[in-house]
């Protein structure tokens, strides 16, 4: 048997054992590199996945290339090495080559819930759907945390995917693109960066806020901007305000983002908190009785984000406790649920996160990089964000003096996770609710 056979047997096989998003997230972008007579490589796209293999799922890897190959093997993981070299901390990288970006593919315009508050916005993904670079270029959204800004503008790009596979797509956060900037200049690949971003044909950048007071990089996306839209490729930005509230951003930038279309997202209402809760349930095939979803969506007069992370908690809830999706129940749970003040001190959730993973808080706030501290650290980033409300310099000064970018990207890893990931989702459940009872 080949190595391909070999790993599409593998995939089979492991399939059945894993959610869906888990199946695409860890094992869709690994690939069987190599063979030898006991030892099986897998190569990895980056250091994350490659950590989230070894530390999750080596088990499982070890004892079904066990019984295909009928023989005692190791698993070696190594990544691709052309893809990035090393960031300062745990998990960041540079990528001055890459020529594709991942795009969720769990963002689409068809699960897109659509309302009075973004009904504009869906209007115009559409028309850019079907004229990319010529209907609305740049199209520009932004509203606050959570309203759907981010599946909104994959959506666009995993449907023009759809539509031509050989278009070269980035989606990158707008650390990412900082991150790369500095990387270049590192290592004097410039040509390298430029070659990445100005030959894209779509390019969707997200948080452009993060943009704000700093020069070079401003400078260097002005001129891909140009170059972009000299050539008709299509430009989608997001931001959790409009360009012209972001400081110490450049009026040449600002005057860029005004020439196309921008549009300002609101939380959703009633009626759409109650589709999206729905959406989501389909989604992840589970089910609430309709009017347990109507109290749900009558509570949580929130955005998107947290209304799935608390839908979430209380799927996760009731399945550890083995109760009834009964509305005595969910009332009695949504009673439970977090007070404004329960989660704001930093102080507490720091010492909660110690006390869950069983680690001394000079650990987790200190210098050290051992892969069992990245965790609970991106998920003290995230609950000081989140929770707290905390700037990600302030974050980034009580964890030890990391970059905010660092704490950006350990934010949002968890971000994403947290909607992905269900052993990440019982993590921060049990984790909530410790501190909430403490």
């Known amino acids: ?27 869709l972008k690994t690939s069987l590199k190599g063979l030898t007579e006991n030892t099986v490589i897998l190569s990895t796209p980056n250091a994350f996945v490659k950590e989230t293999l070894s530390q999750k799922y080596l088990p499982l890897i070890r004892e079904t290339f066990e019984k295909l190959l009928d023989k005692k093997v190791s698993i070696e993981f190594i990544i691709k090495e ?28 068809e699960n897109f819930v659509v309302g009075p508050s973004n009904n504009v916005a869906y209007a115009a993904a559409q028309a850019v759907v079907q004229n990319p670079g010529t209907s609305y270029n740049p199209l520009f959204l932004y509203g606050g945390t959570g ?55 779509i390019l969707l950048i997200d948080d452009i806020q993060f943009f704000s007071g700093r020069e070079g990089t401003q400078d260097e996306f002005f001129h891909t901007f140009n170059e972009l839209q000299s050539k008709n490729s299509q430009m ?43 959406a989501k349930c389909l989604e992840r095939g589970e089910s609430l009785p309709e009017d347990v979803m109507e109290t749900l969506a009558a509570s949580l007069n929130s955005n998107i984000r947290e209304l799935e992370g608390e839908l979430m908690r209380i799927i ?43 680690l001394p808080l000079k650990d987790l706030t200190g210098p050290r990089r051992q892969k069992e501290l990245v965790l609970p650290r991106h998920i003290a980033m995230y609950l000081l964000s989140e929770e707290v409300g905390l700037t990600v310099e302030k974050i980034g000064g009580m964890l030890g003096g990391r970059d905010h970018t660092t704490v950006m990207h350990g934010r949002d890893k968890i971000k994403q996770l947290v909607l992905m990931d269900r052993d990440v989702q019982k993590v921060m459940v049990e984790i909530r609710s410790r501190l909430i009872h403490k």
């Open 236 to 278: 989608i930005l997001t931001s959790d305000r409009s360009p012209h509230e972001i400081e110490k951003l450049e009026d040449r930038l600002k005057s860029r983002f005004a020439g196309g279309l921008m549009l300002d997202i609101q939380p959703p209402d009633f009626d759409t908190r109650v589709a999206i809760l729905q």
């Open 316 to 358: 996760q809830v009731l399945k550890l406790k083995n109760l009834q999706p009964t509305m005595e129940n969910i009332g009695s749970l949504l009673h439970q649920s977090p007070s404004p003040a329960a989660l704001k001190d930093p102080k507490k959730i720091l010492s909660g996160i110690c006390d869950y993973f069983d």
């Open 1 to 27: 048997m080949d190595n391909l056979r070999l790993w599409h047997k593998f995939l089979e096989t492991i399939k059945p054992n894993l959610s869906s998003a888990n199946f695409k997230s860890w094992f």
């Open 147 to 201: 309203v759907g800004k981010t599946h909104l503008m994959i959506g666009i790009g995993n449907t023009l995917q759809a539509k031509n596979a050989r278009l070269k797509i980035i989606y990158c956060p707008s650390e990412t693109f900082m991150n790369d900037y500095v990387g270049a200049i590192q290592t004097r690949k410039m040509a390298d960066l430029r070659s990445k971003y100005r030959k894209a044909d």
């Open 82 to 109: 052309t893809e990035q070299i090393q960031h300062e901390e745990e998990n960041d990288f540079f990528q001055p080559v890459q020529t594709k970006s991942f795009l969720n593919p769990k963002y689409t315009l």
